[in-house]
């Protein structure tokens, strides 16, 4: 056969039109494979990844105690391996040098960050989902995965501004409009969401094509403005920053209006600024409120908010990517009220969803807003299809959405109350520990799940109980307290993490340090609670 092929071609060299694979190109070749073998290989790594995963995940210490550095003496490699190596043996090398050192963020102790512990079912779905490897960019590469995601949307959009059936029925599978796009997390949903404020601020009139074609400047030039700003409070998340400066109006361009004592904006400031900035002709992008600050879970006032941009004309946008899920929980949800007056709410899932890295949600009270943003693109993102990729700011991207689909069926709504309702509770019982120690300060009264306190060294509690605490005296106890926290974390046996703020009730004289502690996992006790405590009290002794 191969000689026939040859002497028709008269005697050139065509071998490398024959498909016979050299032994190390069939090896490559099994390794796509969905031979008998390959598959009996695949589970014999299950076997040894679900092994390494327990050993992991069953581990007491949050974290090794190797130093930073001598960590990242293991990486400093850069060479590209000529030849490859066998699986099981690469495994053997992640799980000393990787998952040895790995932070376990699911220990109960572990109350310092939004990082969740997770149910067990997200693993096996992982699994499902890199497999089918289903691409949400375009429906030529996700044919169910993309009307599965529109109902994802519909569902977390209901749980934001329940309207009625009939309005989903209309939009839940409608091509044309949205009622919210899926991104990697909360800050691509808030760059997303304020992308589209601004181009729907700036949109196109008359002679003008709208700021999407025609930039910024062009923008700002036709519709006489000197500039354009984001409005929040103090606490508003970093990466507001970001959006600004992606959107091109400079972090400069992000407005922080002063918070109360209970870390929620100051009606009367913002509303000061509104007028401020009208008068120096400055385009107000959005009004943002907080649902559940990083930093102190506080929540603005969301109605107040919602009227006041509706008056001035403003799209108000509602940053829940932390606190958005306390609207499963019928006893907390008013919490949150004035979310439904939005045009755009953050959810993330991946925190109080308890779902894995990546899943972040922009929802849409308009189903046509996004039009502001829509991409065409011949090869690809055909006008008229259901490619998710015409509105949205990434592009290739995974079906992430499946977990929030899961975990919504496989816990239900009163699943996640009962464990949002769980959290709350236990924070409150952290909450009065505190404050029924001396040695401890509550630096605000919790609204949620978030809780931040400090530390008082003894000489200083009879200043502190009397309200008469000094500049100087409080930037003592900022640094005992920086010491603590950073102690603790070494141990490795519980963590909190840290914060500074400007809002107590020291007033705005210098940021005060607070110990930040996130009650979040479902397996935290009112034991470990007590034990992170008394480990501080410990480890306050041995430093003052
Ligand atoms: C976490 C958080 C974000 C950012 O979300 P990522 O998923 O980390 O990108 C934005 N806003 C708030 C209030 C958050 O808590």
Redesign the pocket.
């Known amino acids: 056969m191969k000689e026939e092929l040859l002497d028709n071609l008269g005697g050139e060299d065509v071998s490398f039109l024959i498909d016979t694979p050299s032994d190390r190109l069939h090896e490559l070749k099994q390794m796509f494979s969905m031979t008998e073998a390959a598959s009996e290989a695949e589970r014999r790594c299950d076997a040894h990844i679900s092994e390494i995963i327990q050993g992991f995940l069953s581990r007491n210490a949050i974290n090794t105690n190797i130093s930073l550095r001598l960590l990242a003496e293991k990486f400093r490699n850069s060479r590209i391996p000529e030849a490859g190596t066998a699986f099981d043996s690469y495994l053997n090398y992640l799980d000393s040098n990787v998952v040895f050192h790995s932070t376990n963020t699911s220990l109960p102790r572990f109350i310092g960050h939004?990082s969740p512990a997770l149910p067990f079912f997200v693993r096996p779905l992982g699994k499902l989902m890199m497999a089918l490897n289903q691409n949400l960019v375009k429906v030529e590469t996700a044919k169910a995965a993309s009307p599965f995601e529109r109902q994802v949307l519909a569902m977390i959009h209901r749980l934001v501004y329940d309207l009625p059936d009939a309005f989903y029925d209309q939009h839940i599978q409608n091509r044309e409009q949205t009622l919210g796009i899926v991104?990697?997390?909360?800050?691509?949903?808030?760059v997303t969401a304020l992308w589209c404020a601004r181009n729907f601020a700036l949109g196109p009139k008359n002679d003008f094509a709208g700021i999407e074609n025609e930039g910024l400047p062009a923008a700002l030039r036709f519709f006489g403005y000197s500039n354009a700003v984001i409005i929040g409070s103090h606490?508003?998340?970093?990466?507001?920053e970001k959006a600004a400066g992606v959107l091109g109006i400079g972090t400069r361009g992000v407005i922080r209006v002063p918070v109360d004592h209970k870390n929620r904006i100051v009606i009367s400031r913002l509303k000061e600024t509104i007028t401020e900035c009208r008068a120096q002709k400055k385009l107000i992008i959005a009004l943002v409120g907080?649902?559940?600050?990083?930093e102190t879970g506080s929540v603005d006032f969301l109605e107040e908010m919602a009227a006041i941009a509706k008056e001035n004309n403003i799209h108000f946008h509602v940053?829940?990517?932390?606190?958005g899920p306390v609207l499963f929980s019928r006893k907390y949800r008013s919490k949150l009220t004035g979310i439904e007056r939005a045009d755009s709410v953050?959810i993330?899932g991946?925190?109080q969803m308890y779902l894995p890295?990546g899943?972040?949600m922009v929802l849409l009270r308009d189903p046509q807003l996004a039009g502001v943003i829509e991409k065409q693109a011949q090869y690809i993102l055909r006008a008229g299809s259901m490619d998710l990729g015409r509105r949205a700011l990434e592009g290739s991207r995974p079906g992430m959405s499946l977990f929030v689909h899961a975990a919504l069926t496989i816990l239900g709504r009163e699943g996640y109350e009962r464990l949002i309702d769980d959290s709350i509770r236990k924070t409150s019982y952290m909450a009065k520990a505190i404050c029924a120690q001396p040695e401890f300060e509550l630096l605000a009264e919790p609204e949620m799940n978030i809780l931040v306190y400090r530390f008082i060294p003894p000489n200083l509690r009879v200043k502190t109980h009397h309200g008469k605490l000094t500049s100087a005296d409080n930037e003592s106890i900022n640094e005992t307290n920086q010491k603590l926290q950073r102690f603790q974390r070494q141990l490795g046996n519980s963590f909190v993490s840290r914060t500074a703020l400007t809002s107590t009730v020291y007033g705005h004289e210098i940021p005060i340090v607070a110990l930040r502690v996130v009650v979040a996992n479902p397996l935290t006790t009112n034991a470990d609670i007590d034990a992170v405590l008394s480990e501080q009290l410990d480890l306050a002794n041995r430093i003052c």
């Open positions: 939004m991104t990697s997390g909360g800050t691509l949903a808030n606490l508003m998340h970093y990466s507001f907080i649902a559940g600050s990083t940053d829940a990517a932390w606190g953050t993330d991946h925190k890295m899943i972040g």
